[in-house]
């Protein structure tokens, strides 16, 4: 079974910019979790999604959003984007419902970096 | 609300040696806690987890973790250090709840000396 997959891998972009992160999670696993992780704050949950809706959210400001598709692959899309957001943006999917509370899959991230 | 503290930023001990990685918790329903690792360029993988079944959890690669609800407690162990365990591990605790947050250690960096 292929792991959980991230695109793509390296981004840069600059301040003001916006940003779409992908996220194909393991086959038959219909949740998905986004995280950011940064040297200073460490690893912080940004939201879940299960079958296409979002069931928890994280303290990140509204310029962070995502979305679910049918196919249960997910998106993250920050906009107007700060120094602050360069970090290593971590996917992970579930099969339960309760996707927070059972083991995650995760994958190997993208980096992005904001000039 | 919930929160883990990873008491040490850093741990070094010899190949061949006792690993002890120290977290402690915070929560107001019964926890589900787990144990992260992170090799270099690596995603995470699931060391072990607690959900309230044994209190001793056996995980991969030899690991182990107790948990210790007088003292919130959830420390990491494993009898003997091998070099391949050298990586960053990560305590995680998650409430269940609809609105709990999943919460992550800051991460304790294993340094393993030959």
């Known amino acids: 079974k292929a792991g959980v997959t991230q695109t793509p891998r390296y981004l840069i972009k600059t301040r003001g910019q916006q940003v779409t992160l992908s996220c194909s999670p393991i086959?038959?696993?219909?949740?998905v979790s986004w995280y950011q992780q940064t040297p200073g704050q460490g690893l912080q949950f940004l939201f879940e999604y299960f079958s296409e809706t979002q069931r928890n959210k994280g303290n990140f400001p509204g310029r962070f959003s995502g979305r679910q598709f049918s196919n249960s692959r997910s998106e993250m899309n920050v906009s107007t984007l700060e120094l602050g957001d360069s970090a290593l943006y971590l996917c992970?999917?579930?099969?339960?419902?309760?996707?927070?509370?059972?083991?995650?899959?995760f994958g190997p991230g993208t980096r992005l970096t904001v000039l | 609300a919930q929160s883990v503290t990873q008491l040490d930023s850093h741990v070094s001990v010899s190949e061949g040696t006792p690993v002890l990685l120290r977290c402690n918790y915070s929560?107001?329903?019964?926890?589900?806690l787990f144990w992260y690792v992170q090799h270099p360029n690596k995603g995470l993988q699931l060391l072990l987890k607690y959900t309230s079944a044994a209190t001793l959890v056996k995980g991969i690669n030899g690991f182990e973790a107790e948990f210790k609800k007088s003292e919130t407690s959830f420390h990491l162990t494993k009898p003997s250090a091998h070099m391949s365990d050298a990586a960053e591990y990560f305590c995680v605790v998650s409430g269940g709840n609809r609105d709990d947050k999943i919460i992550f250690g800051k991460g304790t960096r294993l340094h393993i000396l030959p």
């Open positions: 929560s107001s329903y019964s926890p589900s």
């Open positions: 086959s038959g696993h219909r949740s």
């Open positions: 992970a999917s579930s099969p339960l419902a309760g996707g927070l509370s059972g083991e995650q899959f």
